[in-house]
């Protein structure tokens, strides 16, 4: 079973630039996750989407940050623009239902902003 | 906000001893799980404890969940270099998305 898949593996851009994140889910699963993780810290919730909706957004810096699942399968979350404070790994993960399941991680991209 | 803390931050042992560490937890909650992180890549899922479960197995691992405190705890047997990485607790409640404690960086030297 392939797993969830995330591209680029790294970035760096200078602040005020926009920088776009991609991740396909493990096939099937209606669930898909976006966390931020500052070094040092846990995974902090961005976004969750069950199959093309949002379920949880609320704490999303909706004034730079975007996501969108629009055929229920891979996701993109964008920064624009992009502040020194966005630096952090970007992990995306998928549950097959979302109901208090499992997650599946992919490896993250690892953004620097400068 | 961090629903989970864990205990201690970082932890060094020996290869062969056991490692233990301490996740305590704000609200009340559907499950509890516990996830590894090697250094640069993404989590991986350990062992899920529900609410009305008090302690679980998993080969080497061992969790335990105590509701009235608010706590859980997970025990690494007889432990491996390659055991080296980062824990997090993570628990949600009902139809909420999981929230990560800060971890614990433990380094089994050999």
């Known amino acids: 079973e392939a797993g969830v898949a995330q591209s680029p593996r790294y970035k760096i851009i200078e602040k005020r630039q926009s920088v776009a994140f991609w991740c396909n889910p493990i096939s099937g699963h209606a669930t898909l996750y976006w966390y931020q993780q500052i070094l040092g810290q846990g995974p902090k919730l961005l976004i969750q989407f069950q199959n093309n909706g949002v379920v949880d957004d609320s704490q999303l810096p909706k004034d730079r940050f975007s996501a969108e699942r629009l055929k229920g399968v891979d996701s993109t979350l964008k920064i624009q623009p992009a502040k020194l404070e966005d630096s952090a790994v970007y992990l995306c993960?998928?549950?097959?239902?979302?109901?208090?399941?499992?997650?599946?991680f992919g490896s993250g991209t690892q953004l620097s902003v400068l | 906000s961090q629903q989970g803390e864990e205990d201690p931050q970082a932890l060094s042992i020996q290869e062969g001893e056991n490692a233990t560490m301490n996740c305590s937890y704000k609200?009340?909650?559907?499950?509890l799980q516990w996830y590894r992180q090697n250094s640069g890549r993404g989590l991986v899922h350990l062992i899920l404890i529900r609410s009305n479960e008090r302690e679980k197995h998993s080969g080497r691992l061992r969790v335990t969940l105590d509701t009235s405190k608010k706590s859980s705890s997970l025990l690494i047997t007889a432990s491996r270099a390659a055991d080296t990485a980062s824990y997090f607790c993570?628990?949600?409640?009902?139809?909420?998305?999981?929230?990560f404690g800060k971890g614990t960086t433990l380094s089994v030297s050999s």
């Open positions: 609200t009340s909650i559907n499950n």
């Open positions: 993960a998928s549950s097959f239902q979302g109901k208090n399941e499992k997650l599946f």
């Open positions: 993570a628990s949600n409640q009902a139809g909420t998305a999981l929230i």
